[in-house]
């Protein structure tokens, strides 16, 4: 009982699959592959279970709950592959599934779940293997319910409590198997590219990718888009698109297209801009940035610091830069840009 993690494993939910084309949906697509939890802190009064919520730390704020979030290995529907890469910065598909909230004598006073339309919804159903949380997979993109059909399940363990310092993203890396069984099942089910164009939207083989893992460090949500520099060509992750930045809550990851044959020593540069004109000066911190191999899985990070300040919407900052290949005097805005 006074174990840190004993809360955590305590509700850990119980997943039943999905069966919408068969009993056995989960086990050939949209598998759920990790389960990992935030510890909740409620800002508001201690008589108040609901308050506000918000990934945190108990050092710095009373712990008042836990929210399970499950990596899948891809989405049937919902974000499109290009969507996926360039607004989420991965293939795979990471969703909240279940919440519980405890009042000062550590009775539950709250549980939801993630329903349909991505509305939370009061938990109501069963529990199973000592108390947890009953659930079952119900849509094709990580929503959940209460009411459950399907008799095959997984018990997850929750392998990681997501750090603050870290986006969602981070326990992927953890896990790098992960990348490998997302990108085969996105290769048998999406028509990619034959050969990356990253002058073009159209998705392509994951390991054509830089991607890119931030930290917001202001609350603020408002849409960012990133660029890498090879020489005097700038490739981005949103090809400029308001509609393709990585924007809303959560949004801390991204993904570039690279030219065909790109070696990591060719990456001169890194750098990231507001779409739109932040409500505050935007402080925002690469956590790191790497390429996948040959067996899909990721390479030592090529970057793992930088950081920049955004206060004027479009105007490209750098947060990583190779001396050897850049000159410290260089202007990115001048640099030629790709539509």
């Known amino acids: ?22 009993p056995l949906d989960s086990v050939s697509t949209d598998t759920p592959l990790l389960l990992f939890y935030r510890l909740i802190t409620v800002p508001g009064p201690a008589d108040d279970p609901r308050g506000g919520t918000g990934a945190g730390d108990p050092a710095t704020g009373p712990c008042r709950g836990v929210e399970y979030h499950v990596v899948f290995s891809h989405e049937d529907a919902g974000t499109d592959l290009t969507g996926l890469l360039a607004k989420w910065g991965h293939t795979a598909d990471i969703e909240w599934v279940y919440r519980a909230l405890w009042d000062p004598s550590g009775n539950i006073a709250r549980e939801e779940y993630q329903g349909p339309g991505h509305r939370a919804l009061p938990f109501r159903g069963t529990r199973a293997l000592g108390g947890h949380p009953v659930l079952q997979v119900s849509g094709r993109h990580g929503m959940v319910t209460d009411q459950v059909s399907c008799p095959f399940r997984a018990a997850l363990a929750p392998a990681w409590v997501q750090s603050v310092d870290e986006p969602r993203e981070g326990v992927m890396h953890r896990f790098p198997w992960t990348y490998r069984v997302s990108a085969l099942e996105v290769a048998r089910q999406v028509a990619l590219e034959p050969v990356a164009d990253p002058r073009s939207p159209a998705p392509a083989d994951p390991r054509a990718y830089l991607f890119l893992q931030w930290k917001r460090l202001t609350p603020d949500t408002g849409p960012l888009e990133a660029a890498v520099w090879i020489g005097e060509n700038c490739y981005t992750s949103a090809w400029g698109r308001p509609d393709l930045a990585f924007e809303g809550e959560d949004a801390e990851s991204t993904a570039v297209k690279l030219p065909p044959g790109v070696s990591e020593g060719a990456i001169g540069a890194i750098a990231i801009r507001a779409i739109a004109l932040p409500a505050a000066p935007l402080e925002v911190r690469l956590v790191r940035a790497f390429l996948l191999d040959e067996a899909y899985q990721p390479r030592p990070p090529l970057a793992v610091e930088g950081a920049a300040t955004l206060r004027v919407p479009g105007e490209w900052a750098i947060v990583w830069d190779r001396p050897a290949s850049l000159g410290k005097d260089r202007d990115p805005v ?3 840009e790709h539509p």
């Open 334 to 336: 001048e640099r030629e």
């Open 1 to 22: 009982e006074d174990h840190p993690a004993s809360a955590p494993w305590r509700h850990a939910p119980i997943l039943h699959y999905r069966a919408m084309d068969g």
